[in-house]
């Protein structure tokens, strides 16, 4: 009878220590698992500003190809509206049909603050801060050109500055498979990949 209760007290103890040992391993994973999803809207959100970019490119073609001053005009503002978003000192409402445009530089400006507090691999984190830095400061020239552009009263001269522009951002999207590249959204989402500890390194770049 002594024999069988001790085999009892026995298993309930191997039970009580498989169920606290699951229990730890659950508290220790959801960390790693908040990270993943952290990883996940950081990497979103560097796609979603890949694709603005690429819009930015576009609007910026257009204002070179423009075949009158009001329609290059109106390019030059789409840039401009995309760039600064809906709260910008020089966002013009009448020509952008969104209601809300959250802003190239605004959403740099916040996810690039998030980079700084996000764990990463210390070997990462220098060249991520200094690609960000780099970004930030192609797109303000990237607004200050579509600006000065805007301004100009002839067609070739705004066509001139708006290159310049085309210039900056296409540095400002990068090159995500050049490792000699240093700036660039294409570059922070690789560089990002590479140093966040969460991440397996297999999903996709934007």
């Given at each position: 009878?002594?024999?069988?209760?001790?085999?009892?007290?026995?298993?309930?103890?191997v039970?009580?220590?498989?169920?606290?040992?699951?229990?730890?391993?659950?508290?220790?994973?959801?960390?790693?698992?908040?990270?993943?999803?952290?990883?996940?809207?950081?990497?979103?959100?560097?796609?979603?500003?890949?694709?603005?970019?690429?819009?930015?490119?576009?609007?910026?073609?257009?204002?070179?190809?423009?075949?009158?001053?009001?329609?290059?005009?109106?390019?030059?503002?789409?840039?401009?509206?995309?760039?600064?978003?809906?709260?910008?000192?020089?966002?013009?409402?009448?020509?952008?049909?969104?209601?809300?445009?959250?802003?190239?530089?605004?959403?740099?400006?916040?996810?690039?603050?998030?980079?700084?507090?996000?764990?990463?691999?210390?070997?990462?984190?220098?060249?991520?801060?200094?690609?960000?830095?780099h970004?930030?400061?192609?797109?303000?020239?990237?607004?200050?050109?579509?600006?000065?552009?805007?301004?100009?009263?002839?067609?070739?001269?705004?066509?001139?500055?708006?290159?310049?522009?085309?210039?900056?951002?296409?540095?400002?999207?990068?090159?995500?498979?050049?490792?000699?590249?240093?700036?660039?959204?294409?570059?922070?989402?690789?560089?990002?990949?590479?140093?966040?500890?969460?991440?397996d390194?297999?999903?996709?770049?934007?």
């Amino acid at each position: 009878m002594k024999t069988a209760q001790q085999w009892a007290i026995a298993l309930i103890l191997v039970v009580a220590l498989l169920v606290l040992g699951s229990l730890g391993t659950a508290t220790q994973a959801e960390p790693g698992s908040q990270e993943a999803k952290e990883d996940v809207s950081i990497e979103r959100r560097l796609a979603s500003m890949a694709e603005q970019l690429r819009m930015a490119m576009t609007l910026t073609t257009l204002a070179v190809l423009s075949p009158t001053p009001a329609a290059q005009r109106l390019h030059i503002q789409q840039v401009i509206n995309l760039l600064e978003g809906t709260g910008g000192r020089h966002f013009v409402k009448r020509v952008s049909p969104q209601e809300e445009i959250p802003g190239l530089i605004p959403c740099a400006q916040a996810l690039f603050a998030r980079l700084e507090t996000t764990p990463l691999n210390p070997m990462g984190r220098e060249p991520i801060s200094v690609a960000a830095k780099h970004t930030l400061s192609l797109l303000n020239s990237a607004l200050e050109t579509s600006l000065f552009g805007l301004r100009q009263r002839r067609l070739e001269r705004a066509s001139d500055e708006m290159l310049k522009a085309y210039a900056y951002l296409t540095a400002a999207l990068g090159c995500g498979s050049d490792p000699t590249d240093l700036s660039g959204v294409l570059v922070l989402s690789r560089l990002f990949l590479a140093s966040s500890p969460a991440s397996d390194g297999t999903r996709e770049q934007p």
